[in-house]
C-alpha cells in the first residue's frame, strides 16, 4: 500500500516583538480522524530548546494541516540573541533548535521526497535540518540553508535515498550569520516532510564480537532505513568491521551506520592492545596546594590519549606540568599520547597575601583604597600568581597625619616599599605607612601655591565611594619642603566614582562635600565641569564668578576660618579638577651664623617663635642701644629692625594685628652709603658684631637696614637698654677678652668659651 503523504505543516505567524523566555510545549496530536489511513502516523512538539538568553515566544492557536485534517498546536519562535541583548548566536549550537517528534506505527515507512523548513524574517538566519533516530543517532543531516524574507523563497531539501520509520525527530538549527539586527525572531514557516507512506518489512541486524568488546545497535529495522552499530572496546582497540553475507566486506567505522535491506549479522574485530601507564601526580609537599584529573595510574592503549586538568586550592596557582625532570606545560589542561610509560606532575605554589594597614590614617567610614577592595585595613587578597605585586602610585593620596607627609611602606620586617614600584613577593607582607615629620605649613608659605586634585582615573581610582569619609591628600611644596595638603570627601549623601571611565571627568553626585584647608586671600577653580554651576555652594556661597558656559567656577575666598566646604549642589555632575591656589602667607627671613641680621618686611607681619625683635633707639660714639626685649611683636610694614635669633631662616607671618611701637628707631633702609663714610652696616667685625662703617658707593640690600654716625667712630656694638639686659657688645669666641669675667651665676671664669657673661660689669655674648 503507497500513499503520497505529507507529513506536518506548521504555519506561524511572523513576530518582531520581544517575549519571555520560560515556554513549554508538549501538547501530542493523534491523526485519527477520518481516513483511518492517517493514524498510521503521531506527532508531538518534541523537546525543543534555545541557547541560553535566546527569545522565545509559544504561538497559541495555529493550525497543522495534514491533508485536509486540521489541528490545533502550540509551538514555538526564536530569536538568535544571548540574554545580555549584545551578542547573537554566530554558529550552531547543540543546546539550540526547534523541531518536533513523529511516530510512525510498525510495518510502515516513509520514503522521504522533500523537506521544506522555510524560515521567514531575513536572510541573517542560516538553518540545517537534521534528523536523528529514537537512540539520539543522526539520520539525516542537510547543508546549510539561508532564511528569506517571506514564505515563499525558501529552498526545499531534497534527500537522497532517506526513510523513516519508528520514532524520530526532525529539528532545525539556527543561528544569526551577521550578528546584527538582533531584535528579529526566527519564525519556521510550513515546516514539511513530504514523502511515500507504505507497508514495510522488517529485517534483524544481528552483532558479534570478536575479541575484547562489547557492540550495541543490534534488532529489527524497517526495510531501507539505517542502524547504528557502535563498538567499545575493553582491553584491547577496535580494528574493524565484518558482515556474514559477504566475506570480502570490511569497514572501519565506528560508529558503523548501515542501509537495512535483509536479514544481516556484523561482526566486530579487537586486537590486542598494547599499553602504557601513564601517571599524573601533584608535586611531593603539595597535596594542600591544588588537585588534578586522573590522579594515580593510568592504563592507556598506545597513541590513546588521556588528559589531566590541574585546579590550584585557593590561596595557591598552577605553575607547571613537568615530566621526565623537565617542563613539559604551563598550560593547567594538558592532553597527552600514550607512547610510552610517562608521569606528569603538577606543581603548584602558594600565593602571598599583601595587608595594607593604614595605621588610623584612613579617615573612613567603609573604604579607603577602594581598588582593594575592604574596609579599614586594605587587603590584596592575593598577590599575582606570578609573584609579583605593585604599590599603587597614589596609594598616599588615601591618607593624612598631620605634620606628616607620607613617604613609603615598610613590612612587618621594616623592609620598604616605593610607592608605585613592582616587586616580587617572598613573604606574606603587611604594609604600614612611613612618615617624614614637615615643619611647613601653609600659614607661613613665603609665596603663592598651588595645589591641584585632579578627578581622572589615571591619577587616583574612585571605585564606587558613595556612603563614606575618605581622604585625598597632595602633596605641595611650600618653603622649599613637600607637605601633605588633604581633603576631605564626604559621599554620606552623594557619590564619586571614576571606575571604567576613560577620559578625564569623575562622576560626583549632588550633596558631595569637599572639605580643603583655607586661609585668608586663597582662590578656588573648579574648571570644566561637565555641567554648569548654579546651585553648588563655596564656603557656603554662591557668589563666584563662572565662565566656560559657567562650566568653571572662581571664588576668593576672605574668611578666617581654617578649612571651607564645596558641596555639589548640581544634578548629573561630571568634574575634572578642584585648584586651590594659596597667597603668600609670610615673608621668609635668614638670620646668619653671626646670629643677628637687618630686616624691612614688604607688609606688617609677626615676629615669630624662636626670634626676637628690636629698634635702635641710639646710637652715640661706639654704642647701638636696642629697645627693651619683647617690645617689638608685630613689625609695621617697610619698618627696619633688628632681629636675633639663632642660625636659619624664619618666616614671619603677616598680621592683621596692631603694630608695635617703633617710635625713635633710628635704624635706616633703602640708600647707597654716601661719600662722606656715614653710613653703617652690620657685619662680624674684629670688636664683635655691631655696626660697621660702609664703603662708600656700596648699595645697602634691598629688605636690609643701616646707622647713622655722624661722629665718624669706626663701628657700633650693640648695647641693650635696661639695668639687666644690656648687652654691650658681641665678640668671636676666637676674641680675647680682657678684665675681669664672671659668669651669669657670679662665678669667675678664666676664659669664656661660647655664652653670656659680665665682662667689666657689662653683659657680653662670646660667639
Known amino acids: 500500500m503507497k500513499k503520497l503523504f505529507t507529513l506536518l505543516t506548521l504555519s506561524l505567524l511572523s513576530i518582531g516583538t520581544a517575549w519571555a523566555d520560560n515556554v513549554t510545549v508538549g501538547r501530542t496530536l493523534e491523526f485519527s480522524s477520518t481516513p483511518t489511513d492517517y493514524a498510521i502516523v503521531s506527532v508531538t512538539n518534541a523537546t525543543t530548546t534555545k541557547a541560553d538568553g535566546a ?404 591619577t587616583i581610582l574612585f571605585n564606587e565611594w558613595q556612603g563614606q569619609l575618605g581622604y585625598y591628600t597632595k602633596p605641595l611644596t611650600v618653603n622649599g619642603e613637600l607637605i601633605a595638603v588633604p581633603m576631605t570627601i564626604n559621599t554620606t549623601t552623594g557619590k564619586v566614582s571614576n571606575l571604567g571611565r576613560n577620559d578625564e571627568l569623575s562622576q560626583v553626585n549632588t550633596g558631595t562635600t569637599f572639605t580643603i584647608p583655607a586661609v585668608k586671600g586663597m582662590t578656588v577653580t573648579i574648571a570644566d565641569a561637565y555641567t554648569a554651576f548654579s546651585t553648588t555652594t563655596v564656603a557656603g556661597s554662591t557668589e563666584y564668578t563662572k565662565s566656560n558656559s559657567d562650566k568653571t567656577l572662581t571664588y576668593t575666598y576672605n574668611g578666617d576660618e581654617p578649612t571651607i566646604d564645596i558641596v555639589i549642589g548640581e544634578n548629573n555632575q561630571y568634574l575634572k579638577t578642584i585648584a586651590v591656589t594659596y597667597p603668600a602667607m609670610t615673608i621668609a627671613q635668614a638670620i646668619t651664623s653671626a646670629e643677628w641680621a637687618t630686616f624691612v618686611p614688604s607688609a606688617k607681619v609677626s615676629v615669630p617663635a624662636g626670634v626676637k625683635a628690636y629698634t635702635v633707639t641710639a646710637a652715640s660714639s661706639t654704642t647701638a642701644t636696642l629697645s627693651a626685649e619683647d617690645a617689638i611683636t608685630v613689625i609695621p610694614a617697610n619698618e627696619p629692625i633688628l632681629i636675633n635669633g639663632a642660625e636659619g631662616t624664619y618666616y614671619f607671618p603677616k598680621s592683621d594685628a596692631a603694630a608695635s611701637d617703633v617710635s625713635g628707631n633710628q635704624l635706616k633702609t633703602g640708600a647707597v652709603a654716601s661719600a662722606d663714610g656715614s653710613q653703617y652696616i652690620l657685619a662680624n667685625g674684629g670688636s664683635g658684631v655691631g655696626f660697621y662703617k660702609a664703603t662708600a658707593g656700596t648699595a645697602i640690600a634691598a629688605g636690609k637696614a643701616y646707622l647713622v654716625n655722624p661722629s665718624g667712630a669706626p663701628y657700633f656694638l650693640i648695647d641693650f637698654g635696661g639695668e639687666t639686659t644690656g648687652i654691650d657688645a658681641v665678640k668671636g669666641a676666637e676674641t680675647k677678652v680682657n678684665g675681669q669675667v664672671f659668669d651669669l651665676q657670679g662665678r669667675k671664669v678664666a676664659q669664656p668659651t661660647k655664652g653670656l657673661y659680665i665682662v667689666n660689669g657689662k653683659k657680653m655674648v662670646i660667639k
Request: overall charge negative; aromatic content about 12%.
Open 55 to 458: 527569545g522565545v515566544k509559544t504561538l497559541t492557536g495555529k493550525k497543522v494541516k495534514l491533508n485536509s485534517t486540521e489541528k490545533t498546536i502550540n509551538a514555538p519562535c526564536y530569536r538568535s540573541l544571548q540574554s545580555d541583548n549584545s551578542t547573537a548566536l554566530l554558529s550552531y549550537q547543540n543546546t539550540s533548535y526547534l523541531g518536533f517528534q513523529t511516530v510512525i506505527a510498525n510495518g510502515y515507512r516513509l520514503t522521504v521526497s522533500s523537506i521544506s523548513a522555510q524560515v521567514a524574517v531575513n536572510n541573517q538566519f542560516k538553518y540545517k535540518v537534521v534528523i536523528v533516530d529514537e537512540g539520539g543517532n543522526t539520520i539525516y543531516e542537510s547543508s546549510d540553508k539561508t532564511g528569506a524574507t517571506n514564505s515563499t523563497n525558501n529552498p526545499s531539501i531534497t534527500p537522497s535515498g532517506l526513510v523513516l520509520a519508528g520514532t524520530v525527530q526532525v529539528r532545525m538549527f539556527y543561528y544569526n550569520s551577521s550578528g546584527t539586527d538582533k531584535s528579529k525572531y526566527l519564525v519556521p514557516l510550513n515546516f514539511t516532510i513530504t514523502g511515500e507512506l507504505e507497508t514495510a518489512s522488517s529485517y534483524t541486524v544481528s552483532t558479534s564480537v570478536d575479541g575484547d568488546g562489547t557492540v550495541t545497535g543490534a534488532g529489527s529495522y524497517v526495510d531501507g532505513t539505517k542502524a547504528t552499530l557502535r563498538a567499545t572496546p575493553g582491553a584491547a582497540i577496535f580494528d574493524h568491521w565484518s558482515k556474514a553475507s559477504d566475506g570480502s566486506w570490511s569497514s572501519t567505522d565506528n560508529p558503523l551506520q548501515v542501509a537495512v535491506t535483509a536479514d544481516e549479522t556484523y561482526t566486530a574485530h579487537f586486537a590486542a592492545a598494547t599499553t602504557h601507564t601513564i601517571t599524573g601526580d601533584v608535586a611531593a609537599g603539595q597535596s594542600s596546594y591544588g588537585s588534578i584529573t586522573n590522579a594515580g595510574d593510568n592504563v592507556v592503549v598506545e597513541n590513546e590519549t588521556i588528559t589531566f586538568e590541574a585546579t590550584a586550592n585557593e590561596g595557591y596557582a598552577f605553575v607547571n606540568w613537568t615530566s621526565g625532570g623537565s617542563i613539559y606545560s604551563t598550560d593547567a589542561s594538558i592532553t597527552v599520547t600514550s607512547t610510552a610509560d610517562a608521569t606528569y606532575t603538577a606543581n603548584f605554589k602558594k600565593l602571598f597575601t599583601v595587608t595594607y594597614n593604614l595605621g588610623g590614617y584612613g579617615n573612613t567610614n567603609t573604604k579607603v583604597l577602594n581598588n582593594y577592595n575592604t574596609e579599614k585595613n586594605v587587603n590584596e587578597k592575593y598577590a599575582a600568581a606570578n609573584d609579583k605585586v605593585t604599590i599603587p602610585a597614589y596609594s598616599h593620596y588615601y591618607m593624612y597625619r598631620e605634620g606628616y607627609i607620607f613617604s613609603k611602606w615598610k613590612d612587618q620586617d621594616e623592609q620598604e616599599y616605593e610607592k608605585g614600584t613592582e616587586y616580587t613577593l617572598t613573604k606574606d607582607i603587611t604594609l604600614t605607612p612611613v612618615w617624614v615629620a614637615t615643619t611647613q605649613t601653609l600659614d607661613n608659605s613665603a609665596s603663592a601655591t598651588t595645589v591641584t586634585w585632579n578627578f581622572k582615573v589615571a
